[in-house]
């Protein structure tokens, strides 16, 4: 849902009601992830999309429905059928489990605070329960939190959620979670969709070079916060990186010692100047990043694999390095270099081979039921 956080945050800020769609469940190839929605208004306006358009005509007027019977939530699927070219379903031979729910921001006021975090790029989450007789319910994690509605109430079973909502929140990925059936803490027995709102990923760029400002405009349009960082004052300014979040002037491993980093961090290392390389390349590969990758030909790369080793990093370590930096992509461009690099962080984010999709098997669209979501 927060795919359309925006929308529903004005929604909820005019008290207005609304149905929500939300794929709760995946099977096989489709276009959209696990908590994608859709939500319709009393008045018949739609925001929105779970399938790129193969089902949207049928969720909404399922949402119609919702709407005007005010019942419990639904459960529906979608799934291919090639007995009936015009039945409604998937193209892609995906199957969908849709969960549709009236949501009455009146009566829970914590979704209007949770989607105003979302919008405003502070870190929020949203718990749904997907199945059972509370179907539908929702809880809000704000800061140190958690506020329910009164379906889930805060007792043991509120309780519970809350716990696993928080905890999903600080790993900042949306995932389905199972819960309870223990009689102390949650006697029911639970699947949750809990959404998370995390701060922006970010991408570190070493090197004020020409290929860096190119990395930055790509980085940014996927949604990260870019930082580009050089010691050289005069190459690094706002004017040469207008599209980088931040320019910094400092030593690379004396600045990423002291940043923040996590395990959605990419650290791209565009310098190739061993005064700068190896002591950045040294601490950045005993730090938890995602992504750690340094430009330079192979000469240069097996120079620089030869000074780090003299420095005493492992060849666990070496293993996590991706150099020289992207994928092979024939790239000569600063521009196409930086698709090129992001390519391989895509790639190696998602655990996949970075082949022409014509040469592999399998879904084109891999399911899992935990996804990192950028803000």
Known sequence: ML????????WCREARPFALATVVDV?????????????????????????????????????????????????AWFGYSDDDAFAVGLTCGGELDVLVQRVDPATQPHLGAAFAEAVEGRPAAIAQV?????????LSVLGDSWIADRALGDGPTGR??????????????TGLVSLGGDADTCPEQLTVLVHVAA??????????????????????FLGYHVTVCDARSVFATEARFPHADEVVVDWPHRYLAQTAVDARTAVCVLTHDAKFDIPLLH??????????????????????????????????????????????????????TAISITAEIIAHANQSTGLPLA?????????????????
């Open 199 to 220: 701060t922006r990923p970010r991408m570190l760029i070493f090197g004020a070079i020409d290929f860096a400002a190119a990395l930055a405009q790509a980085g940014r």
């Open 283 to 336: 601490l950045a590969l005993d730090l938890p990043v995602g992504y750690v990758g340094a430009m330079g030909s192979r000469r240069t790369h097996h120079e620089r694999l030869r000074r780090l080793r003299e420095v005493g990093v492992t060849e666990g370590q070496l293993a996590r390095l991706r150099s020289p930096i992207g994928l092979d992509l024939g790239a000569r461009t600063p521009e196409e």
């Open 359 to 375: 040469r592999v098997t399998g879904p084109i669209h891999r399911v899992s039921s935990e996804m990192p979501l950028k803000a």
């Open 160 to 173: 519970a959620v809350g716990d696993r909502a928080t905890a999903q929140l600080r790993s900042g990925r």
């Open 27 to 75: 099977t096989g190839s489709a276009p959209l992830p696990i908590g994608t929605s859709v939500a319709v208004d009393e008045d018949g306006n739609a925001i929105g999309s779970i399938s790129g358009g193969c089902v949207e005509g049928a969720v909404y007027e399922l949402c119609r429905q919702v709407l005007q019977d005010q019942g419990p939530a639904q459960r």
């Open 3 to 10: 795919n359309i956080a925006d929308t529903l945050h004005r």
């Open 130 to 138: 997907v199945d059972g007789s509370l179907a539908g319910a929702t």
